[in-house]
């Protein structure tokens, strides 16, 4: 057998994902796979991120299918956001590092919600955080 | 499809019976590097298919932890009906199973 040997539960599945900057957006939750046209043979084509992945993963198909088809619906329903395409991976080690920022993946918006929503909304929102 | 489908499910032989459900899959990278990307694509090469314990997951199986030695035995003893199932050897339909193509799995999942 050539290449490198992975195994999916073990070296993927619930690995930390880090955005191009280093910053931590999500685990990989679950992974999307796709059989060639050309050789018949499944490979890996997108890491899963999101609640509604793990929820899934764990069993509980109909609240996670629920939850990644309103999250779909509120932020783009014309492409699946959950899933990150594993040509975005740059590394693929005990963290899995990412290029592409973690403002552009589905993993961050709950926050991004919550911040253009609520946050951005009160009084002395111009505060900005120390680093 | 999702990996995720794969896991946990039973895996029996040509006549039926039971060989055990899904622990891990093996991915080999071994594909043209993927458009876009620095990474070469992953193949689905194989499902790691035991009867007992889901401890598979802890790595102390396929020879990648060499200690603490107690554990590596320990754990190694669990895995030992482990075994590594090309899925060239498996038939995957919409069933609940996936079907040994003949009746010989190819081996122990080792290194």
């Not at chain 1, 956001?81 to 918006?109: F, H, K, Q, Y």
């Not at chain 2, 090309?86 to 193509?101: F, K, M, Q, T």
């Amino acid at each position: 057998m050539t290449g490198r040997v992975l195994y999916a539960g073990l070296e993927l599945l619930d690995h930390q994902l880090r955005d191009r900057e280093g910053r931590l957006c999500g685990n990989v939750d679950d992974l999307e796979i796709e059989r060639s046209p050309d050789t018949g043979e499944l490979y890996v084509t997108a890491f899963v991120a999101g609640p509604g992945a793990l929820l899934q993963r764990m069993g509980r198909r109909r609240l996670g299918g629920w939850i990644e088809r309103s999250n779909r619906l509120v932020n783009d329903p014309e492409r699946d956001r959950n899933l990150i395409p594993l040509s975005l991976a740059s590394r693929l080690g005990p963290n899995i590092d990412l290029a592409v920022d973690a403002e552009d993946l589905a993993t961050s918006d709950t926050e991004r919600w919550v911040r253009d929503h609520l946050i951005g909304h009160l009084p002395g929102n111009r505060h900005r955080a120390p680093e | 499809m999702r990996l995720s489908e794969l896991l946990d499910r039973e895996v029996v032989r040509a006549d039926g019976r039971s060989l055990g459900k899904v622990r891990d899959v093996r991915l080999v990278q071994d594909g043209p590097i993927l458009a876009g990307g620095t990474q070469a694509a992953l193949r689905v090469d194989a499902v790691i298919v035991s009867r007992g314990w889901r401890g598979v997951r802890l790595g102390y199986l396929r020879g990648q932890v060499r200690g603490p030695w107690l554990l590596r035995v320990t754990f190694g003893r669990l895995e030992r009906g482990a075994h590594a199932i090309s899925l060239r050897d498996l038939v995957w339909d919409e069933g609940p199973h996936l079907r040994l193509r003949s009746d010989e799995p190819d081996g122990h999942a080792g290194p």
